[in-house]
């Protein structure tokens, strides 16, 4: 069975950092894309990046460019987002998503925000970024 367990979430104040992990299991660790989605209440589940074990490609919503990065410890089975420089608009539960397989490279780019193109989600954490 395969599960997402996200951790890591809390209140911050502006400016402030947090990082993420979001642990899998039951899946073989060597061919994934793994995404970090949030949702903000009354808003749309957003993507927020992405990454692809097949070449190490990351990925990010301009909204967070150079504030998150993800990184993956496949020894650890394990995906992080670190998020620094939060703002309150960063206010959101926060999901990791996983595609077991190698994503489609040459559409990836523009389809990894697509929540239907994952198979499995984790229950969320919530990040709260106070002013």
């Known amino acids: 069975e395969v599960q997402l367990v996200e951790s890591g979430g809390g209140l911050v104040q502006t400016g402030g950092s947090l990082r993420l992990s979001c642990a899998a299991s039951g899946f073989t660790f060597d061919a994934y894309a793994i995404g970090w989605f949030r949702q903000a209440p009354g808003k749309e589940r957003e993507g927020v990046s992405c990454?692809?074990?097949?070449?190490?490609?990351?990925y990010y919503a301009d909204s967070v460019k150079g504030r998150f990065t993800i990184s993956s410890d496949n020894a650890k089975n394990t995906v992080y987002l670190q998020m620094n420089s939060l703002k309150p608009g960063d206010t959101a539960v926060y999901y990791c998503a996983a595609r077991v397989g190698t994503p489609p490279l040459a559409t990836w780019e523009g389809a990894w925000r697509g929540r239907y193109e994952y198979d499995y989600w984790g229950q969320g954490t919530q990040v709260t970024v106070s002013s």
């Open positions: 990454i692809s074990s097949s070449d190490g490609s990351t």
